[in-house]
Antibody, heavy 119, light 107 residues
Framework: EVHLLESGGGWVQPGGSLRLACVVS????????MSWVRHAPGKGLEWVSAISESGDGTFYGDSMKGRFTISRDNSKNTLYLQMNSLGVEDTAVYYC????????????WGQGALVTVSS | EIVLTQSPATLSLSPGERVTLSCRAS??????LGWYQHKPGQAPRLLFY???NRATGIPARFSASGSGTDFTLTISSLEPEDFAVYYC?????????FGQGTKVEIK
């Protein structure tokens, strides 16, 4: 059975940093691209970032470029999202998600990690 | 960036009714569009990928179609568990943006 479990969420002041992790099981991690998607209160889903199977390809939403870094450790079955220069607009539940195939749609999701940016 | 516009924003319907949701892209995404269902407190659920390929476990009352810039998701007869927010997403190029969602609520 496929499982994705996020950790690392919490409260941070504006301008601060946070690193999210997503540990996966139940599938061959390095066979699939992975993404982070967020859901801000009262808003819709927003795709944040994606990484290829090997980690050599990374992609970001426009508002995340230069602030967020996605990475993965295939030996640890773990996906990461380093978030710097956080603003109140980054407050959201952050989901890690497995791509169905290559850099495709998301067939499995974690339960989400809440990130609150507030002074 | 490709902008996906979903309509309507909200639908108020009763169980048993038929519902059609629309997703329009600002430029062609070919057939590289997917649909998700999202309920409060839960992770989103993939319904369809690449326009009309039903994801695992999705009931036959759900169908999807379209190509280019215009896409639809249809639920033939609403069940109580279908009341949720529905999102479209493309994978034509980066960023793989979502639409703003259509909320299907109980009338």
């Amino acid at each position: 059975e496929v499982h994705l479990l996020e950790s690392g969420g919490g409260w941070v002041q504006p301008g601060g940093s946070l690193r999210l992790a997503c540990v996966v099981s139940g599938f061959t991690f390095d066979d699939y691209g992975m993404s982070w998607v967020r859901h801000a209160p009262g808003k819709g889903l927003e795709w944040v970032s994606a990484i290829s199977e090997s980690g050599d390809g990374t992609f970001y939403g426009d508002s995340m470029k230069g602030r967020f870094t996605i990475s993965r450790d295939n030996s640890k079955n773990t996906l990461y999202l380093q978030m710097n220069s956080l603003g109140v607009e980054d407050t959201a539940v952050y989901y890690c998600a497995k791509h169905l195939m290559k850099m495709s749609f998301f067939d499995y999701w974690g339960q989400g990690a809440l990130v609150t940016v507030s002074s | 960036e490709i902008v996906l516009t979903q309509s309507p924003a909200t639908l108020s319907l009763s169980p048993g009714e038929r519902v059609t949701l629309s997703c329009r892209a600002s430029q062609s995404v070919s057939t590289l569009l997917g649909w998700y269902q999202h309920k409060p407190g839960q992770a989103p659920r993939l319904l369809f990928y690449d326009t009309s390929n039903r994801a695992t476990g999705i009931p036959a009352r759900f169908s999807a179609s379209g190509s280019g810039t215009d896409f639809t998701l249809t639920i033939s007869s609403l069940e109580p568990e279908d009341f949720a927010v529905y999102y479209c997403q493309h994978r034509r190029n980066w960023p793989h943006t979502f639409g703003q969602g259509t909320k299907v609520e109980i009338k």
